[in-house]
């Protein structure tokens, strides 16, 4: 099949979360799989200014190549992408990402159409590509060139729809009659995810129980309806690990390689993070890591009632993220207090972020929902058995055998799980059986990227 993926952000090129990861890994898994991609994604600054081996097509398109052969288009507008920030500030979204996402929609169409890749499917990947499958039902619907391309939209995190004024509309290119409640209307105000899915030929999430979670009222964020309505069309597929970017036995940015086989090293990449960090160097220490956005749906609302509380306990933690500017000025104050035991990083750094994973003994992820979630795969991936809420893909992939889930969202429940890590910290030999089973789970991107060609055949169909 050829497949056309559309998103906002691609790793290497540019990345805020996990969205990134899923559109710069899964093309590549198709690829190996026999199947012919593109993706394209905006020129940011950061594209711009990386260190990226950047060619042109003869009409004068930006593109790069992962994988064998696959390209990496860029739409291209300096006044709309070339930013410091993708979506926003600490201070907010940029007013203009209307305007911004829909030109991104409409020169990703144009892009496909004029270096002649014609698609069987389009992958749309949240809200900022949610006019993509509009346009194909609407403006696009006599063009012969797309005649026969189906859509797919991926809901990465439902939390974020795309919600603009009403008087904006224009701004999308279509026409007004399409500002009605089946379509982009939500409580008066535009929804581009809203539209994504209303048009879309298949929907689907990032783990089976999200993909149930999001048509609850609690975890619908207001779609619930139109999921349940369209729930024969929504599926749910768990999001793969990329284990060559992924590998603690492979990993240049760690200061000892290790293995399950061998987790001898380990100890080093702990004392080499302790240092890094300012904290005092002891491996019978239990260390703590995170590596996260800042925000309430990761957690920080429940994390910051009691991390007072868990600072107090013998141990260390480290941080690692950037996001709201209420949890930099609590993080920093917690920090400011237990100096021995709080190291924090408001930044965001690849190679740190590798160093946090194979540094500490427990990944700490007490998300509120949590889509899918890469942190916890990476972690079991480096041995380093994470502590969870159950709830979306952390429920689908953490289990008492490999870690440390609490079921009520609550800071009662997690200080009792943080409690019940520290007891099994102590003893050594459960500790390394569950590191072992951490270690050896597979959560490659073959298994996920077969059933995402299943979802592209009943695309196809539809």
């Not at 284990?243 to 090293?265: H, N, Q, R, T």
């Not at 991936?381 to 992939?397: I, W």
Request: aromatic fraction near 12%.
């Amino acid at each position: 099949m050829k497949l056309a993926f559309c998103a906002s952000e691609v790793f290497p090129f540019a990345k805020t979360g996990g969205l990134a990861d899923v559109a710069g890994a899964l093309p590549l898994a198709l690829e190996k799989l026999g199947q012919e991609v593109v993706v394209v994604m905006p020129f940011y600054k950061c594209v711009q200014d990386g260190k990226f081996d950047l060619q042109r097509t003869t009409g004068g398109i930006n593109y790069a190549r992962i994988g064998k052969n696959i390209k990496v288009y860029f739409v291209a507008n300096d006044a709309y992408f070339k930013r410091d920030w993708l979506y926003g500030t600490t201070h907010g979204d940029f007013p203009d990402n209307l305007d911004r996402f829909a030109y991104f929609c409409q020169q990703s169409l144009e892009i496909i159409k004029a270096v002649n890749f014609k698609p069987d499917i389009l992958h749309c990947h949240d809200w900022q590509t949610g006019l993509i499958p509009a346009y194909l039902k609407t403006k696009l619907a006599a063009d012969p060139f797309y005649k026969n391309t189906k859509s797919l939209i991926t809901i990465h995190n439902l939390g974020y729809q795309g919600l603009f004024e009403k008087g904006q509309f224009w701004m999308t290119g279509l026409e007004p009659k399409y500002f009605n409640p089946e379509s982009f209307e939500f409580y008066g105000k535009i929804n581009l995810l809203k539209g994504g899915i209303a048009f879309s030929d298949v929907i689907n999430t990032v783990s089976p129980t999200y993909s149930r979670e999001i048509q609850s009222k609690e975890l619908g964020f207001g779609l619930e309806g139109l999921l349940r309505k369209r729930r024969e069309d929504v599926f749910g597929i768990l999001n793969g690990l990329d284990y060559s970017v992924w590998d603690p036995a492979k990993d240049d940015f760690i200061a000892a390689k290790y293995s399950s086989g061998g987790l001898s090293a380990k100890a080093e990449d702990k004392a080499a993070l302790q240092k890094i960090s300012n904290l005092p160097v002891d491996k019978n220490i239990p260390l703590f890591g995170i590596v996260s956005r800042l925000a309430e749906q990761k957690g920080f609302d429940l994390l910051s009632s009691c991390l007072e509380e868990i600072c107090k306990n013998n141990l260390q933690l480290v941080i690692l993220g950037t996001g709201d500017l209420k949890y930099h000025k609590l993080l920093q104050q917690v920090a400011t207090k237990f100096t021995k035991n709080l190291a924090l990083f408001l930044k965001f750094d690849e190679s740190l972020a590798h160093k946090i994973y194979a540094g500490c003994d427990i990944f700490l992820m007490p998300s509120q929902y949590e889509p899918c979630g890469l942190g916890q795969l990476i972690s079991l991936k480096y041995g380093s058995l994470p502590l969870v809420f159950k709830t979306g893909g952390l429920a689908d992939t953490v289990n008492s055998d490999n870690g440390f889930v609490f079921t009520e969202y609550t800071p009662q429940a997690l200080l009792e799980s943080v409690d019940q890590a520290l007891k099994l910290f102590s003893q050594a030999d459960k500790w390394r059986l569950l590191q072992k089973n951490a270690m050896l789970a597979d959560f490659s991107w073959e298994a996920s990227a077969k059933g995402y060609i299943h979802l592209y055949e009943k695309a196809k169909k539809s």
